[in-house]
């Protein structure tokens, strides 16, 4: 990720002119470019955003599942994912329906409700 994240920040320095030693942070946001951490988890939140609208792939609508609890609960409301439960630490949190559920679920409320 490190050397990804340099070629991007070699990129915005050639098209912004800027030197070397200069913040690159206000022309990477000048170029709307999200740093090299984000992104993976930026098109995953996009993929899961048109699951829950129907819009995306049917087979990746079914891996996702809305929170619903046995009983009321005031969380009930804040359109949630449920996180399964997994086996291994290491390999169980990369799973798709565990990695979506968990960054959907640290959104905003007022992003989730758009």
Known sequence: ???????????ARLICRIKKFEY???????????????R???KLLCIVFRALRGVGPLYL??????????RSLRSESK????????RTAAYGNRLFTVETAILWNDLPQEVRNV
């Open 1 to 11: 990720m490190l050397r990804l994240q340099r070629v991007q920040n070699t990129t």
């Open 61 to 70: 609508q079914e891996l996702i599942c809305s929170y619903r609890p046995t």
């Open 24 to 38: 690159i942070s206000t022309s990477l946001q000048s170029l709307h470019w999200l740093p090299v951490v984000f």
């Open 79 to 86: 359109n949630l994912l449920y996180v399964p439960a997994c």
């Open 40 to 42: 993976p988890r930026f």
